[in-house]
């Protein structure tokens, strides 16, 4: 692991709860955490353990019910529409289901040319336009000739979820979150993905946060690895350290859950 | 050697678009399951899995297509027979599938008992309420599930559980073949462990006879299937045993996917993932050659115009390419 940049994304007594009274729920419960600058994080966890309400709070697309997250050393505002648009330059996210990630009635090229306009370049000339947006579907080995004048239906789900790196590669946001980027999709296009995701990362240096229930998967691509159960982490800690030396015995059924081809796969600790 | 629970002999079908073309999504594939075994199906989207297991129904209704071949399900050759026929005999009874996402397919304004309900009904209209809760109760008690999940809708369920529930109703009448279409991909691990294990509960049993599994996670297959069989674009590119197909990959594609699997086991990160670059063909007009021809590392010239065979080399063990099995071995030893 490389040595540890200046912390991008903190967060202190994180907590979300759905609810009241009786049917309250906490999604999230009092976490903390430092995410740096061009670091990969891996928030491992099993369905409902609470990993998509954290990362839609750290997106700020819903509210905390308590804690603070500081965004580079400072307190995050998200007071008005224009500070929220300001934070959203600066964090991006992928979405697990790619068909339901765009807007059905936009085309392609609508939904590149958004990008443009939010990184200031709604009055450039249409040929430069396109030509950014062909340099970034070469990015992830689309061509940009063939997608115009298209809708995203029309496309499969591998190469929507390409163009959503598309879509992140023109915005080169400082920290982009990747809910289960790759679960829908098979695991050919997923190796794919991965290494567009990486070669992204080297490029223009973000901040990566992989949300996943895949332990493989984030055991390969991250630097540090946070494992959550009931809204809490239980473990953190380099990738190495996480999955080969696991302290927490939850982390330890998460492992023994993974089907393995190298070791025996015990079916009878379920 | 067992009985043979399944068989196909040389079985091709398509489907007919709405402009007419033509697409051979399944080309001449035959296959056989002994009693007791599990035959796993491995392959990107697209490659023709989930259509073989269609067709392997002989129920076929368009846009789907049945050309030629033979199918044997325990002794019964039901080639030839009318879609009703198959419907009311043998569907559910010889032979059930669980479709992909069939759990998020359920009516949510219904309880999981009018489910098993509806399939007893389609097959045995005369059966009483008490009747059907009765084999339920049993079935769910044989299964291993809390029978309180009868009177649940399927909104009260988890993942999870909605997956086994589905399964549980594929196997109301105690079919001899149960097809499993990636049961448990949209789980996560521990959902999916308990879904596997209840599978294997039903094959150990002898509840079911046979399985065929699909799936493209291989770590997953290797663990459940005895006999892996890798398609792509609508043919069988490499068969053996579980084993082979996994440590020992003879087809350039059953290597490729070998390349993308994720295990968090030690040695992962300092491996390469790699990809297989392109896309399966367009199968409206496949290429006359190797199908594989245009993704693969060791494509020759004559790949693109010579059909290729599938070369049986012996113990059930085949593979369809030009190259011997000793060329191949060199070249992957070569390329680590």
């Given at each position: 692991?490389?040595?540890?940049g200046n912390p991008?994304?903190?967060g202190r007594?994180?907590?979300?709860?759905?609810?009241?009274?009786?049917?309250?729920?906490?999604a999230?419960?009092?976490?903390?955490f430092d995410?740096h600058e061009?670091e990969?994080?891996?928030?491992?966890?099993e369905?409902?353990?609470?990993?998509?309400?954290?990362?839609?709070?750290?997106?700020?697309?819903?509210?905390?019910?308590e804690?603070?997250?500081?965004f580079q050393?400072?307190?995050?505002d998200l007071?008005?529409?224009?500070k929220?648009?300001?934070?959203?330059?600066?964090?991006q996210?992928i979405?697990?289901?790619?068909?339901?990630?765009?807007?059905?009635?936009?085309?392609?090229d609508?939904?590149?040319?958004?990008?443009?306009?939010m990184?200031?370049?709604g009055?450039?000339?249409?040929e430069?336009?396109?030509?950014l947006?062909?340099?970034?579907?070469s990015?992830?080995n689309?061509?940009f000739?063939e997608?115009?004048?298209?809708?995203?239906?029309?496309?499969?789900?591998?190469?929507?979820?390409?163009?959503?790196?598309?879509?992140?590669?023109?915005l080169?946001?400082?920290i982009?979150?990747?809910?289960?980027?790759?679960?829908?999709?098979?695991?050919?296009?997923?190796?794919?993905i991965?290494d567009?995701?990486?070669?992204?990362?080297?490029?223009?240096?973000m901040?990566?946060?992989?949300?996943?229930?895949?332990i493989?998967?984030?055991?390969?691509?991250?630097?540090?690895?946070?494992?959550?159960?009931?809204?809490?982490?239980?473990?953190?800690?380099?990738a190495?350290?996480?999955i080969?030396?696991?302290?927490?015995?939850?982390?330890r059924?998460l492992?023994?859950?993974v089907p393995?081809?190298?070791?025996e796969w015990?079916?009878?600790?379920? | 050697m067992g009985?043979?629970?399944l068989?196909?002999?040389?079985?091709t079908?398509?489907?007919?678009?709405r402009?007419?073309?033509d697409?051979y999504?399944v080309?001449?594939?035959?296959l056989?399951i002994?009693?007791?075994k599990?035959?796993?199906?491995?392959?990107?989207?697209?490659?023709?899995?989930?259509?073989?297991?269609?067709?392997?129904?002989?129920?076929y209704f368009?846009?789907?297509h049945?050309?030629?071949?033979?199918?044997i399900?325990?002794?019964?050759?039901?080639?030839?027979?009318k879609?009703?026929e198959?419907?009311?005999s043998i569907?559910?009874?010889?032979?059930?599938?669980?479709?992909?996402a069939?759990?998020?397919?359920?009516?949510?304004?219904?309880k999981?008992i009018?489910?098993?309900?509806d399939v007893?009904?389609?097959?045995?209209?005369?059966w009483?309420?008490?009747?059907?809760?009765?084999?339920a109760r049993?079935?769910?008690?044989?299964?291993?599930?809390?029978?309180?999940?009868?009177h649940k809708y399927?909104?009260?369920?988890?993942?999870?559980?909605?997956?086994?529930?589905?399964?549980?109703?594929?196997?109301?009448l105690?079919p001899?073949?149960?097809i499993?279409?990636e049961?448990?991909?949209?789980?996560?691990v521990?959902?999916?462990k308990?879904?596997i294990?209840m599978l294997r509960?039903?094959?150990?049993s002898?509840?079911i006879?046979?399985?065929?599994f699909i799936?493209?996670?291989?770590?997953l297959?290797y663990?459940?299937?005895?006999?892996?069989m890798v398609?792509?674009?609508?043919?069988i590119v490499?068969?053996?045993?579980?084993k082979?197909?996994?440590?020992?990959?003879?087809?350039p594609?059953?290597?490729g996917?070998?390349g993308?699997?994720?295990?968090?086991?030690?040695g992962l990160?300092?491996?390469?993932?790699?990809?297989i670059?392109?896309?399966?063909?367009?199968?409206?007009?496949?290429?006359p050659?190797?199908r594989?021809?245009?993704?693969?590392?060791?494509?020759?010239?004559?790949c693109?115009v010579?059909?290729?065979?599938?070369y049986e080399?012996?113990?059930?063990r085949?593979?369809?390419?030009i190259?011997?099995?000793?060329?191949?071995r060199r070249?992957?030893?070569h390329?680590e």
């Amino acid at each position: 692991m490389t040595s540890k940049g200046n912390p991008c994304l903190s967060g202190r007594g994180v907590t979300k709860i759905f609810g009241f009274g009786r049917h309250k729920t906490v999604a999230v419960d009092h976490v903390d955490f430092d995410f740096h600058e061009g670091e990969i994080v891996s928030i491992v966890g099993e369905s409902g353990s609470g990993k998509t309400t954290l990362a839609k709070m750290l997106l700020g697309l819903i509210s905390l019910t308590e804690g603070e997250i500081y965004f580079q050393g400072k307190k995050r505002d998200l007071s008005s529409g224009k500070k929220k648009q300001e934070y959203w330059r600066n964090i991006q996210a992928i979405f697990q289901d790619p068909f339901s990630s765009y807007n059905i009635f936009h085309k392609i090229d609508a939904v590149l040319l958004d990008c443009i306009r939010m990184r200031g370049g709604g009055k450039l000339p249409r040929e430069k336009k396109v030509e950014l947006m062909t340099e970034a579907c070469s990015f992830v080995n689309l061509k940009f000739a063939e997608l115009t004048n298209k809708y995203p239906f029309e496309l499969s789900g591998g190469q929507m979820q390409r163009l959503m790196i598309a879509r992140i590669f023109l915005l080169k946001p400082k920290i982009l979150v990747a809910d289960e980027p790759t679960s829908m999709i098979d695991a050919c296009s997923r190796a794919t993905i991965l290494d567009y995701l990486m070669k992204l990362r080297n490029e223009i240096g973000m901040t990566l946060i992989f949300i996943t229930h895949d332990i493989g998967l984030a055991y390969y691509v991250s630097d540090t690895i946070y494992i959550m159960e009931r809204g809490r982490f239980v473990e953190s800690g380099s990738a190495d350290d996480v999955i080969l030396h696991p302290k927490h015995p939850y982390t330890r059924r998460l492992i023994s859950d993974v089907p393995k081809i190298y070791e025996e796969w015990d079916l009878s600790t379920v | 050697m067992g009985r043979v629970m399944l068989e196909v002999r040389d079985l091709t079908t398509k489907y007919v678009t709405r402009y007419k073309e033509d697409v051979y999504a399944v080309d001449h594939v035959s296959l056989k399951i002994e009693e007791g075994k599990t035959l796993g199906i491995a392959g990107e989207s697209g490659c023709g899995k989930s259509t073989l297991a269609l067709s392997l129904m002989g129920y076929y209704f368009p846009p789907l297509h049945y050309i030629s071949g033979e199918i044997i399900i325990d002794g019964q050759n039901i080639t030839g027979m009318k879609p009703d026929e198959v419907r009311r005999s043998i569907l559910g009874r010889e032979i059930a599938y669980i479709p992909q996402a069939a759990m998020n397919a359920l009516n949510p304004t219904r309880k999981v008992i009018d489910f098993i309900g509806d399939v007893i009904r389609a097959h045995d209209p005369t059966w009483t309420k008490q009747m059907i809760y009765d084999h339920a109760r049993a079935l769910f008690e044989r299964l291993g599930l809390p029978p309180e999940v009868l009177h649940k809708y399927p909104v009260e369920l988890s993942g999870g559980m909605k997956q086994r529930t589905v399964i549980a109703v594929a196997v109301t009448l105690t079919p001899k073949v149960l097809i499993a279409d990636e049961p448990s991909s949209a789980l996560d691990v521990t959902s999916q462990k308990m879904v596997i294990k209840m599978l294997r509960d039903m094959m150990e049993s002898g509840f079911i006879k046979a399985m065929i599994f699909i799936t493209h996670e291989l770590p997953l297959l290797y663990n459940v299937a005895d006999d892996i069989m890798v398609m792509y674009a609508g043919q069988i590119v490499e068969r053996g045993t579980a084993k082979q197909t996994v440590f020992d990959p003879l087809h350039p594609y059953s290597k490729g996917l070998m390349g993308s699997i994720l295990v968090p086991e030690s040695g992962l990160r300092s491996a390469k993932l790699t990809a297989i670059p392109g896309a399966p063909p367009n199968l409206k007009n496949p290429p006359p050659g190797c199908r594989f021809a245009d993704r693969c590392k060791y494509v020759k010239a004559e790949c693109r115009v010579m059909s290729v065979p599938l070369y049986e080399v012996g113990q059930g063990r085949a593979y369809r390419c030009i190259l011997s099995e000793e060329e191949l071995r060199r070249a992957y030893a070569h390329d680590e």
